[in-house]
């Protein structure tokens, strides 16, 4: 066994050095609120008061993977979505205006939806400026690109490969940047990288590995 792992070593480079940047999903501090299924983005939608409003919530209003959506080369959406108003948000575009009062003019049904847990929001870490805003995030933006995504604890390899701009939360991993992302994916999801992820990574009793950055980024890619 050491000997296959030399091997892998010898012939590859490791992940970190692809010119890749590897992330965690968004961490709401409580999902119960922020991830809602598809009824009730609905419901907040048709109870916006104006037109302008309505689009401002779509906009907001994100299509989420959660880990279990994720499988090997696929993913199942189940019709999830994630709000977010990232921290600084309020502050950016309310002016002069009392922050609550901004709020809810700008979104009164989303804020509506929110209020019913606002008690847990006001109590988590996890948040910005003000209790219906998530935690300061520096790359949002990232989620828009092309990228590879995984769940942090499986069995087996589970890397997809999404353009089409989905979220997840935080127990989802994304990578990010390299030109050669189908080429890595391959390579991911290969019997080699499971070895070899076997012989560095954690493993939980039930057989399940811990797919986290720290070991992913050093599992040993052949150059093309």
């Known amino acids: 066994?050491?000997?296959?792992?030399?091997?892998?070593?010898?012939v590859g480079k490791p992940l970190k050095e692809w010119n890749v940047r590897i992330y965690y999903g968004i961490k709401t501090g409580y999902d119960k609120a922020f991830i809602i299924d598809t009824k009730t983005r609905n419901k907040?939608?048709?109870?916006?008061?104006?037109?302008?409003?309505k689009e401002r919530t779509k906009k907001i209003i994100r299509p989420v993977l959660k880990g279990r959506d994720i499988k090997r080369y696929f993913y199942d959406w189940n019709e999830l979505w994630m709000i977010i108003i990232p921290k600084g948000w309020t502050d950016s575009n309310r002016g002069r205006k009392d922050p609550e009062t901004f709020i809810e003019?700008?979104?009164?049904?989303?804020i509506r939806h929110l209020r019913r847990y606002r008690e847990q929001l006001e109590k988590r870490?996890?948040?910005?400026?003000?209790?219906?805003?998530?935690?300061?995030?520096?790359?949002?933006?990232?989620?828009?690109?092309?990228?590879?995504?995984?769940?942090e604890m499986t069995p087996?390899?589970?890397?997809a490969y999404d353009k089409k701009g989905y979220v997840s939360p935080s127990s989802v991993f994304m990578m990010i940047g390299s030109s050669n992302l189908k080429f890595l994916l391959?390579?991911?999801?290969?019997?080699?990288?499971?070895?070899?992820?076997?012989?560095?990574?954690?493993?939980l009793s039930k057989g399940a590995i811990r797919w986290k950055k720290q070991y992913v980024e050093r599992i040993p890619v052949p150059e093309i």
Not at 156 to 159: A, D, I, L
Request: negative net charge; charged residues 30%; proline residues 3%.
């Open 1 to 10: 066994i050491h000997q296959i792992k030399k091997k892998i070593e010898e």
């Open 44 to 53: 907040i939608l048709e109870g916006c008061r104006t037109k302008e409003e």
């Open 105 to 110: 003019e700008s979104f009164s049904s989303l």
């Open 125 to 151: 870490y996890d948040q910005g400026d003000y209790w219906w805003e998530l935690r300061e995030c520096k790359y949002y933006p990232e989620f828009e690109k092309e990228k590879i995504i995984w769940q």
């Open 156 to 159: 087996e390899p589970s890397f």
């Open 186 to 203: 391959g390579v991911l999801n290969s019997k080699i990288a499971m070895f070899y992820l076997t012989q560095i990574a954690y493993t």
